[in-house]
């Protein structure tokens, strides 16, 4: 049973950094993409940054420049380095990875609070 783990959320004043961690994939075979969403209260999931089996990466356009996402294949974590953070950045920040293994599947973890306050 995968269980994907988010830490790293917290509260945080404008300007300040959080960095995020992701936990639990190591089981997994075939990992495709692994990215961070996040989703405001009355908002859509929205993308964050995605990171390819390769090491390629992708960010939104709110995300670019401040936040950088990377991963540990020694121990099987992820990250999301936050910085310059902003009110409009508070949101619930959820782990996720597609594996291709027959069948394709996605996973995704229960997510952590990111609260930035102005």
């Known amino acids: 049973q995968v269980q994907l783990v988010e830490s790293g959320g917290g509260l945080v004043k404008s300007g300040g950094s959080l960095r995020l961690s992701c936990t639990g994939f190591g089981s997994i075979f075939t990992i495709v993409t692994m990215a961070w969403y996040r989703q405001a209260p009355g908002n859509e999931r929205e993308l964050v940054a995605s990171i390819r089996s390769g090491g390629a990466t992708d960010y939104a356009d709110s995300a670019k420049g401040r936040f950088t996402i990377s991963k540990n294949n020694a121990d099987n974590t992820m990250y999301l380095q936050m910085n310059s953070l902003k009110p409009e950045d508070t949101a619930v920040y959820y782990c996720?990875?597609?594996?291709?293994?027959?069948?394709?599947?996605?996973?995704w973890g229960d997510g952590t609070l990111v609260t930035v306050s102005s």
């Open positions: 996720y990875v597609y594996s291709a293994y027959r069948p394709p599947h996605e996973y």
